[in-house]
């Protein structure tokens, strides 16, 4: 005579209980990841990390070019509050040119 197979269970994360692997909560302590928290693969480590890199990028980037163009515009003004408005004008307009400046070099990947 055959035997029905029976299902495997697993001991849920959160309370211990058995459970089935395909259930989307526990019975028990209705954990909804009763199998535990999704753990990356080497591949989305990887591409997790590379992100990671690219948003430091891109701050970095943008910082250093809003810097660049408020010093820009302190040291051509004429007076002191021309300075403060020349230093707000062009880092504004550095933030402009670097998060497009940026967004190219994570795309394009020129520095690793």
């Known amino acids: 005579m055959h035997q029905p ?3 495997e269970l697993i001991g849920c994360y959160d309370c ?3 459970i089935s692997f395909s259930a989307l909560s ?3 302590c209705g954990s909804t990841q009763p199998s535990g ?3 990356f693969s080497a591949r989305e480590l990887k591409r997790h990390r590379i992100e990671e890199k690219n948003d430091k990028r891109l701050v970095a980037v943008t910082l ?3 810097a660049l163009g408020a ?3 302190v040291l051509t003004a004429s007076g002191p509050s021309s300075a403060v408005v020349g230093g707000l004008g062009y ?3 550095g933030v402009l040119i670097g998060v497009p400046a940026a967004f ?3 795309v394009t990947r020129l520095f690793g």
């Open 5 to 7: 197979k029976r299902q």
């Open 16 to 18: 211990g209980g058995g």
């Open 26 to 28: 526990c019975p028990h």
């Open 37 to 39: 928290p999704h753990m």
């Open 64 to 66: 250093l070019c809003c």
């Open 71 to 73: 010093v820009f515009g």
């Open 91 to 93: 880092g504004f307009i």
């Open 104 to 106: 190219i070099i994570n």
